[in-house]
């Protein structure tokens, strides 16, 4: 069946813009995370959607970071004023009901490259 | 906060040689341990999981086994092959989302 859906592949903006990345999770998936993967940090948390629930935003480096998640499908992360050192590639990943312990399923990612 | 400290690479093998790659966490629970693996070109996808102590995962030929005395989930495989060039993450769950460590990669040749 078909996996974690993200867009664009890759974005080149120049800094200071605002960005959106999309991400469509697995069809019943309720739990939804976005994580980021560069090359001095490894991969890092940023937010997690679980139905209904509020979101865990403890990952977000800034306020200039925002997710929404609508209708619990499709997840937009939006990201304001970019700098350079938002260069990376921003993945997303979603499970059936996020307990611990169930496997996440990755999308290919966004690589992002600021200007 | 928890934390996962994975062998730094780049780590190169001959075909049919042994592989170990070593993982230890800290957590202030009891987590869940896995290693996801990234091929060059793909997305990250699980290879193994282990849910509580003394578990063994096991997938494609790799092994790792939770061992909570040690904090340690080494993943393991008898003879590497030149397809399992890649990336391997060692991550952890003790709420929702992973804790990784930074990866280490494989290279594997002929």
């Known amino acids: 069946g078909a996996g974690v859906s993200q867009s664009p592949s890759n974005k080149v903006t120049e800094k200071g813009k605002d960005v959106e990345l999309r991400c469509d999770p697995i069809s019943g998936h309720t739990a939804l995370y976005w994580y980021r993967q560069s090359l001095g940090q490894g991969l890092e948390f940023l937010i997690y959607f679980q139905g209904n629930s509020a979101p865990d935003k403890s990952g977000l480096p800034s306020d200039r970071f925002s997710a929404e998640r609508t209708g619990g499908s499709v997840s937009t992360l939006t990201i304001q004023r970019t700098q350079q050192e938002d260069s990376a590639v921003y993945l997303c990943?979603?499970?059936?009901?996020?307990?611990?312990?169930?496997?996440?399923?990755f999308g290919d990612g966004t690589r992002l490259s600021i200007l | 906060g928890d934390s996962v400290t994975q062998m730094e690479g780049p780590v190169t093998l001959s075909e049919e040689a042994f592989l170990t790659i070593n993982c230890t966490y800290t957590a202030t629970g009891y987590p869940s341990l896995f290693w996801y693996v990234q091929y060059p070109g793909e997305g990250l996808q699980l290879l193994l999981k282990a849910t509580k102590a003394d578990d063994k995962g096991s997938n494609k030929g790799f092994e790792a086994t939770y061992r909570k005395e040690t904090t340690s989930f080494h993943l393991e495989k008898g003879s590497v092959q030149v397809s399992d060039s890649a990336v391997y993450f060692c991550a952890l769950s003790d709420r929702a989302p992973l804790v990784f460590g930074k990866g280490t990669r494989l290279s594997v040749i002929a």
């Open positions: 990943a979603s499970s059936p009901q996020g307990a611990v312990g169930q496997p996440q399923h």
